[in-house]
C-alpha cells in the first residue's frame, strides 16, 4: 500500500535540519519531543499513519470520564452499537432477551473476542466491567440493580423498574467493556484495554492520544496502523492544519470551511446529518418567559430558514421538533412548526402585556431586556447573533454573553436565566428517552423549570414498555404537548462537516457520532483516485442520505 | 553585602504578597467552584449532597485564612492540590506543560536577540542615519503588532502559502518556529533599542575613543571592542524581558494551538478550575520574582555603580 | 527627573511651559507622525461614526462576506454588517477604554507614589511591597486572570486591566517625589509654615507632571493591545459591540475565505498602537532625556 503522506513530501522536511540547528544552538532540548514526533508522523513504506483532529480534549484515560472518547476511536466496545439508522444492534453481546416482567436482561456475548492484553472475553470479565460503570456517578441515574454471570456465555442484567432504553444505555461509552488490566490496584486506569480494532498505544494528556490498530481483531485489520487522535479546539486550526496535511481528518468543522475544502485538491469535504439540535432553553420559571406566548413570540419572530441559508452556508435544515425526521424514525410527524411571522410574534407580545414603547417594549414599566447566554461550539455564537438581531424586530432588548458552557450549566441549574442557546444531540444513545433529559419535570438536565404531569407521566409509560409501536405512540404525544408549550424552542438541526484527506476511501460517518469506524478506511495513493472513490464510496453506503460529498467546484 | 541581604528580604516579602494574591484571588469568584467542577467533570448537574461530599473533600467550608494557610504549606512541600476538572494533580498538568512554554521563551528569546543586535548595532554606529531611522521606525512596528495577528500572517504566509512550517500544534522544532518568530519579532524591538543605548554609550567611552585614536579600523572598534562591553548589560536586560514572554506565550498559544503555561492557564479560567489557575499565576510570578532578582544581582555585580531603581540603597 | 526641570518648574510662566509641549511634539519625523497619527484617529472616532451611513449592528444576511467594494470599502463580516462602520464606532470604543484605563492607572498610581514618597516610613514600606507583588505579575496573566474571574464583559477587562496597571505609576512617582523632597524649594516652603498639601500641590505635583505623561501616552497602547488580547481570548467584548479584538476574533473563522475580516482591525490596531508609541518616545525623548532609561526600565 501506498503510504498517505509520501505524496507531499514538502520543504518543511528539508527545513527541519536547519531549525534543529538554530535551536540546538540556543541550548534548548527538544528531544523527547522531537523523539515522538519523528515515531508518529514520519513512515516508511509500510505504516500508514491517520491523524484525526479534534475539538476535544484528551485529558483521562478513564472510560467512566473520556469513555465517549475511546468509543469513537473504536479502542473499547461495549455490549450494544449504534448503527446507521441512530437504532441499536448487537456489538459484544450478539442478542439480548428481556424477560416477561420485563425487570431482567439476559445478554449473550459474541463468540471468539479477546481483549488487546490477549485475554479472552469472558462473563467474568464482562460482569467485573459492567458492575465498575453502574457504579460510578456517570451512570448513577439507571435503575440498575446488580448485575451478574450466567452460565458460559450469559450476562444478566436486573432493573429495579421495567427499564425499556436500557441497551441504548449499554452503547454509551462508559458502559464499554474494559480487561481488568486496564486499572492498577487501586482502580486507576492506566490504559484503556478494550476489544476493539484500535488498541491504546500512549498518550500526552491534553495534547493526543496515539493508537496502533489490532492485529488480533475478529474482523478485517484496520488499513490504518497508527490513528493518532489530536486535541485541536479551534475550528479554524483545524482545518489549516488539514489543508497544511498536518491532518487527514478534521472534525466538526464550520460549514464556512467548505468551499476551502471544495478548492483545495488534496482535501475534501463530507457532510452528514445528524440527530443534534441547536435550541433555545428558556427559563419558564422566571419572567418574561413564564409566559407560554413570550416563549412562542420568540418562535415566530426567529427565522430558522433564514439563519440556515445564510450564516450555516445552507446547512441545517431549519427544525420543526426535537428530532430530524430524515435521520430517525422517532420524530413525531405531524408536528407543526412555528412559522417566521413577526407580526404574529409582536401580537403575542402585545397580549402578554408588554406594549411596545420607544425601542423595545415594556410592561408595569419595566422594559423587555433579557439575557441571551451561549458558548462556542457548533456555531452557536454566529447564530445567537443573528437571534438577536431578528428578536430585536420585534421588541426584546438582548443581550448576548458567551461564556464557557460549564459556568451555563451551573448559573442556569443555580439561578433565574432568559434564554440559553444550546447544542445537544437527541440521540448520543440511540433510544427516545433522551426526550426524558429535556422535559422531565424532575430528571431533566436542561434547565427550563419545565414541569408538566401528562410529559412526566408519559415519559415514564414510555420506558415501562418494550413495544416500539406503544413506545413511539408515547414519545408522539410528548413532542406536540412540549411543541405547544415551548419549554425548549428547537431552532435547527445539524448538518456535521468533516473534512478528510482526498486520499481516503470509505469513510462512512455515523449519524449518531459515536463512533468514527475508521476501521473501514482505505486509502487510495493515485492521483486519479478523488473521482472514481466517490463513486464507489456512494455505492458502499449503506445510507446514502446521510451523506454527502461537496465535489462540486463552485 | 547589605543590600544583598535587603533584597532576599524584600524578594521574600513579595513572594508572600505574590501568594496572598494569587489564592485571594479565586476567592472573588462569583459563583459557587464546588458546583461548577463538578459540572465540568460529570456533565450534568450535581445533587446536593455530592456538592456537600465534595466540598468537604477539597476543605472548601473552611475559613478563609485557614484555607490559605493549608494551601500554603501544601505548596511549599510542592503539592499544587488537585485539578477539578481533569483527575491529575495541578503539579503534574503544570509538569507536562512547562516544557513547552520554556522551549517556546528560549526559542524566542534566540530569535529577538538575532535580530535585535545586528539592528541596534547598526542604527548606534550612525546615530540618526537612514539605517537607524529604519530600525527605530521597524522596532516600533514590531512592539505595535498584536501578537494574534501577527500569528495568523504568519501562519497563511508561511505555512499555507510557501509550506515552510506547520501550521499549529506541539513537537518537533519546526512547530516551533512560527511561535517563536511571532513572540521574538516583539521583543526584539525593545532588545534593540537598548543595544542602541548601550552600543551608543559606549563608542563614546573613552578606551573607545583611545583604540580610535591609535588608528585601529572602525570596523575591529565597533564589533571587537565596543559590542562586546555593550552586551554585557543587554543579555542581562534580556532577562527581564520574561514578562514579555510570559504575557505574550498566553495569546501566541491559543494562536498556535500549542499545549503550554499559557493554554493551560486559560483553559482553567474559563473551566474555573481554579486549583489550576492558582498553581500557574503562582509559578509565573515565582519565576517572575525570581528572575528579577538574579538580574538585578548580575547587573549589580557587573556595574556596582548602579543604582537601577532610583531608590535610596 | 532632570534637575534643570526640577528647579525651575515653579517658576517658569505658563506660556513657556506650553510652548515646551508644543516642541516636544515637533522635534523629530516620528514624532510628527505619532502626533499625527493619533489626532487622525481621535478624529475618526469623533466624526467617523456620523459619517458612515450604516449602523454598525444592522445585519444584512444576504450580503453576508462581500468583499471591499465602493459600497463598502472593507467588505462586510459574516453577518453582513459594514466593516468599515464598524471599525469605527470600534475607535470609538477602544480609544475611550485606552483612555479611561490610563486614567485609572495613572490617578491611582499617582496619589498612591504622592502619598509613599511624601510620607514615608512604614506606610512607604507597605505601599511599595504592595507595588512590588503586582509588579511581579505579567501585566496581561494577571488581568487574565482578574477579567476571567470576573466573568467575560469589557467592564471587567476594563477594571482588571486597570489594577494591575497603576503600579509602575506608583513607583515612578515615588522616585520623582523622592528626588524633589529634599530640594531646597521644597524644604524652603516647608520652614516658612506651608501645610503639607500646599507643598504637595505647588511643588511635588508640577514636577511629576512630564514622566507621567510620557508613561500614559506609551501606556495608551499597552491598554490598547491588552484590550484587543483578552477581547480575542474571549473574555472581553460581548456581541455585537464592534471592539477591535474581538472583531479580529471571530473573523478568524473566515481567514480562508474573507481576509479583510482578521487584517482590517489588525492594521488598525497597530496603527493606533504605532502612532501613541511614537507620540510617546517623542515626548520622553523631548521631554526628559535624563529620566528615558528610568522610564524604559518600568
Redesign the interface.
Known amino acids: 500500500m501506498l503510504t498517505l503522506r509520501n505524496r507531499r513530501l514538502s520543504r518543511r522536511d528539508a527545513l527541519k535540519g536547519a531549525t534543529a540547528g538554530l535551536i540546538g544552538l540556543a541550548g534548548c532540548s527538544g528531544t523527547s519531543q522531537d523523539g515522538e514526533r519523528t515515531s508518529s508522523s514520519e513512515q516508511t513504506e509500510q505504516e500508514t499513519t491517520f491523524r484525526v483532529g479534534t475539538p476535544w480534549n484528551p485529558d483521562s484515560l478513564d472510560p467512566l470520564v473520556k469513555g465517549w472518547m475511546f468509543r469513537k476511536l473504536n479502542v473499547i466496545e461495549p455490549l450494544v452499537i449504534a448503527d446507521y439508522n441512530a437504532s441499536v444492534k448487537p456489538g459484544l453481546a450478539s442478542g439480548w432477551t428481556t424477560s416477561d416482567d420485563n425487570l431482567t436482561w439476559k445478554f449473550t456475548l459474541r463468540e471468539g473476542v479477546s481483549f488487546h492484553d490477549g485475554t479472552p472475553l469472558t462473563v467474568d470479565a464482562v460482569v467485573a466491567s459492567l458492575r465498575r460503570s453502574f457504579n460510578s456517578d456517570s451512570l448513577a441515574s439507571l435503575p440498575v440493580e446488580s448485575v451478574s454471570g450466567s452460565g458460559e456465555r450469559v450476562v444478566e442484567i436486573e432493573t429495579s423498574t421495567p427499564f425499556a432504553p436500557l441497551p441504548a444505555h449499554l452503547t454509551r461509552g462508559p458502559t464499554s467493556i474494559i480487561a481488568e488490566s486496564s486499572y492498577d490496584d487501586d482502580g486507576n486506569v492506566t490504559a484503556p484495554v478494550g476489544t476493539g480494532p484500535f488498541q491504546f498505544d500512549s498518550w500526552k494528556p491534553g495534547e493526543r492520544i496515539t493508537t496502533v490498530s489490532n492485529p488480533s481483531y475478529r474482523g478485517q485489520t484496520p488499513a490504518i496502523d497508527t490513528l493518532v487522535y489530536e486535541s485541536v479546539p479551534?475550528?479554524?486550526t483545524r482545518?489549516?492544519k488539514l489543508?497544511n496535511a498536518e491532518l487527514d481528518m478534521a472534525r466538526a468543522l464550520?460549514g464556512?470551511a467548505i468551499?476551502?475544502l471544495n478548492d483545495r485538491p488534496n482535501v475534501e469535504p463530507v457532510t452528514y446529518a445528524v440527530p443534534r439540535s441547536r435550541y433555545l432553553v428558556y427559563d419558564t420559571t422566571s419572567p418574561p418567559f413564564d409566559d407560554r406566548n413570550v416563549r412562542r413570540a420568540v418562535m415566530h419572530a426567529v427565522d430558522r430558514e433564514?439563519?440556515v441559508?445564510?450564516?450555516l452556508n445552507g446547512l441545517g435544515p431549519a427544525a420543526t421538533g426535537p428530532f430530524p425526521s430524515g435521520v430517525t424514525n422517532w420524530a413525531n410527524a405531524d408536528l407543526e412548526p412555528y412559522p417566521y411571522d413577526p407580526q404574529t410574534a409582536r401580537q403575542l407580545l402585545t397580549d402578554a402585556g408588554w406594549e411596545p414603547s420607544e425601542d423595545t417594549r415594556e410592561r408595569d414599566g419595566a422594559p423587555l431586556e433579557i439575557d441571551l447566554w451561549t458558548y462556542?461550539a457548533r456555531a452557536l455564537?454566529?447564530v445567537?447573533?443573528?437571534v438577536?438581531?431578528q428578536l430585536s424586530q420585534v421588541g426584546f432588548d438582548v443581550?448576548?454573553?458567551?461564556?464557557d458552557y460549564g459556568?451555563i450549566e451551573e448559573r442556569a441549574n443555580s439561578e433565574a436565566f432568559d434564554l440559553v442557546m444550546w447544542s445537544n444531540s437527541l440521540l448520543w444513545y440511540p433510544d427516545p428517552d433522551r426526550l426524558t433529559d429535556f422535559v422531565h419535570s424532575e430528571n431533566a438536565t436542561m434547565f427550563s423549570g419545565y414541569a408538566n404531569d401528562r410529559v412526566d407521566e408519559l415519559l415514564t409509560e414510555a420506558r415501562q414498555v418494550t413495544d416500539a409501536e406503544e413506545r413511539k405512540r408515547r414519545y408522539d404525544e410528548v413532542q406536540s404537548i412540549i411543541q405547544r408549550d415551548v419549554p425548549i424552542g428547537w431552532l435547527t438541526y445539524v448538518t456535521n462537516v468533516v473534512g478528510v484527506d482526498a486520499d481516503v476511501t470509505g469513510y462512512e460517518p455515523l449519524p449518531t457520532e459515536t463512533c468514527y469506524h475508521l476501521e473501514n478506511l482505505d486509502f487510495d495513493g493515485g492521483e486519479n483516485a478523488s473521482q472514481t472513490e466517490t463513486a464507489n464510496a456512494q455505492h458502499r453506503s449503506p445510507d446514502a442520505l446521510f451523506r454527502n460529498r461537496h465535489r462540486s467546484k463552485k | 553585602m547589605r543590600y544583598l541581604l535587603k533584597r532576599l528580604v524584600?524578594t521574600v516579602?513579595?513572594?508572600g504578597?505574590?501568594s496572598i494574591?494569587t489564592f485571594s484571588?479565586?476567592a472573588?469568584?462569583?459563583g459557587d467552584p464546588a458546583v461548577a467542577a463538578l459540572v465540568e467533570q460529570t456533565g450534568h448537574q450535581p445533587s446536593e449532597e455530592t456538592v456537600v461530599a465534595f466540598r468537604e473533600q477539597h476543605g472548601l467550608n473552611e475559613p478563609f485564612p485557614v484555607r490559605y494557610a493549608d494551601w500554603a504549606i501544601d505548596t511549599l512541600g510542592g503539592d499544587l492540590g488537585q485539578s477539578y476538572s481533569s483527575e491529575q494533580t495541578v503539579a503534574s498538568m503544570i509538569g507536562q506543560r512547562l516544557p513547552n512554554t520554556v522551549e517556546l521563551a528560549a526559542a524566542s528569546m534566540v530569535i529577538a536577540i538575532a535580530i535585535a543586535v545586528p539592528a541596534g548595532v547598526a542604527s548606534a554606529v550612525n546615530p540618526g542615519g537612514r539605517v537607524d531611522?529604519a530600525a527605530?521606525?521597524g522596532a516600533?512596528?514590531g512592539?505595535?503588532?498584536?501578537?494574534?495577528?501577527l500569528g495568523?500572517?504568519l501562519i497563511?504566509v508561511a505555512a499555507l502559502w510557501l509550506d515552510l512550517f506547520p501550521v499549529a500544534g506541539s513537537g518537533g522544532l519546526d512547530h516551533l518556529v512560527l511561535p517563536a518568530v511571532t513572540l521574538g519579532s516583539g521583543m526584539s524591538a525593545v532588545i534593540a533599542?537598548?543595544v542602541r543605548?548601550t552600543m551608543l554609550d559606549v563608542l563614546d567611552a573613552p578606551y573607545i575613543r583611545t583604540a580610535r585614536s591609535k588608528g585601529l579600523r572602525e570596523r575591529i572598534v565597533v564589533y571587537k571592542h565596543a559590542l562586546r562591553n555593550a552586551l554585557v548589560p543587554v543579555v542581562t536586560i534580556a532577562g527581564l524581558q520574561?514578562?514579555?514572554v510570559?504575557?505574550g506565550a498566553?495569546?501566541v498559544e491559543?494562536v498556535f494551538q500549542r499545549p503550554g503555561l499559557g493554554t493551560l492557564?486559560?483553559d482553567a479560567?474559563?473551566a474555573?478550575d481554579y486549583p489550576v489557575?492558582q498553581g500557574v499565576?503562582l509559578l509565573?510570578?515565582v519565576i517572575?520574582?525570581l528572575t528579577?532578582l538574579a538580574v538585578d544581582l548580575t547587573y549589580r555585580y557587573l556595574d556596582p555603580r548602579i543604582d537601577?531603581?532610583?531608590?535610596?540603597a | 527627573m532632570s534637575e534643570d526641570a526640577a528647579n525651575s518648574a515653579p517658576h517658569r510662566p505658563v506660556g513657556a511651559r506650553w510652548r515646551r509641549w508644543y516642541e516636544a511634539l515637533t522635534t523629530t519625523r516620528?514624532t510628527k507622525l505619532g502626533a499625527g497619527l493619533v489626532c487622525a484617529l481621535f478624529a475618526l472616532a469623533v466624526f467617523g461614526p456620523a459619517v458612515s451611513p450604516y449602523d454598525p449592528?444592522?445585519?444584512a444576511?444576504?450580503h453576508?462576506l462581500e468583499a471591499p467594494s465602493l459600497a463598502h470599502p472593507l467588505g462586510t463580516d459574516?453577518?453582513?454588517r459594514d466593516v468599515l462602520t464598524r471599525l469605527l464606532h470600534g475607535a470609538r470604543l477602544s480609544l475611550g477604554i485606552a483612555i479611561a484605563v490610563t486614567a485609572v492607572r495613572l490617578s491611582l498610581g499617582t496619589a498612591v507614589g504622592l502619598v509613599a514618597g511624601y510620607v514615608g516610613g512604614w506606610v512607604d514600606e507597605a505601599l511599595m511591597?504592595?507595588v512590588?507583588?503586582?509588579l511581579?505579575?505579567?501585566?496581561?496573566?494577571?488581568a487574565?486572570?482578574?477579567a476571567?474571574?470576573?466573568?467575560?464583559?469589557l467592564t471587567n477587562v476594563m477594571v482588571a486591566l486597570a489594577v494591575v496597571g497603576w503600579a509602575s505609576y506608583a513607583?515612578l512617582v515615588r522616585?520623582s517625589v523622592?528626588?524633589v523632597r529634599e530640594r531646597e524649594f521644597v524644604t524652603a516652603s516647608r520652614l516658612l509654615g506651608r501645610s503639607r498639601a500646599h507643598v504637595l500641590g505647588r511643588h511635588l505635583i508640577p514636577n511629576v507632571v512630564a514622566p507621567v505623561v510620557v508613561l500614559a501616552t506609551l501606556d495608551v497602547?499597552g491598554v490598547i493591545?491588552g484590550t484587543?488580547?483578552l477581547s480575542?481570548?474571549?473574555?472581553g467584548a460581548?456581541?455585537?459591540t464592534p471592539e477591535w479584538?474581538t472583531m479580529?476574533?471571530?473573523g478568524?473563522?473566515?481567514?480562508?475565505?474573507a481576509w479583510w475580516l482578521?487584517?482590517a482591525?489588525?492594521v488598525l490596531?497597530?496603527?493606533t498602537?504605532?502612532g501613541f508609541?511614537?507620540l510617546g518616545?517623542g515626548l520622553r525623548d523631548a521631554l526628559s532625556p535624563t529620566q528615558s532609561?528610568?522610564i524604559?526600565?518600568l
Request: proline share 6%; hydrophobic share 50%.
Open positions: 479551534d475550528d479554524q482545518l489549516l489543508e464550520s464556512s468551499s476551502t433564514k439563519i441559508d445564510s450564516v462556542d455564537p454566529i445567537s447573533e443573528a438577536q438581531a443581550s448576548l454573553q458567551v461564556m459556568t | 524584600t516579602l513579595v513572594l504578597g505574590v494574591l484571588m479565586t472573588l469568584t462569583p531611522y527605530q521606525f516600533l512596528v512592539v505595535s503588532m498584536p501578537n494574534f495577528w495568523y500572517l497563511i533599542r537598548l543605548t520574561l514578562s514579555y510570559l504575557n498566553v495569546v491559543a492557564l486559560v479560567i474559563f474555573r489557575i499565576t509565573v510570578g517572575f520574582v528579577n537601577r531603581r532610583g531608590e535610596p | 516620528l449592528a444592522a445585519q444576511l444576504a453576508r459574516q453577518l453582513g511591597r504592595l512590588d507583588t503586582l511581579a505579575f505579567p501585566g496581561i496573566v494577571l487574565l486572570v482578574i476571567g474571574i470576573l466573568g467575560p464583559s513607583r522616585s523622592l528626588s497602547g493591545l484587543a488580547g480575542f481570548l474571549g473574555l460581548q456581541p455585537p479584538g479580529l476574533a471571530s478568524r473563522n473566515y481567514l480562508r475565505t482578521v487584517n482591525p489588525g490596531i497597530m496603527l498602537v504605532f508609541n511614537l518616545d532609561a528610568h524604559e526600565q
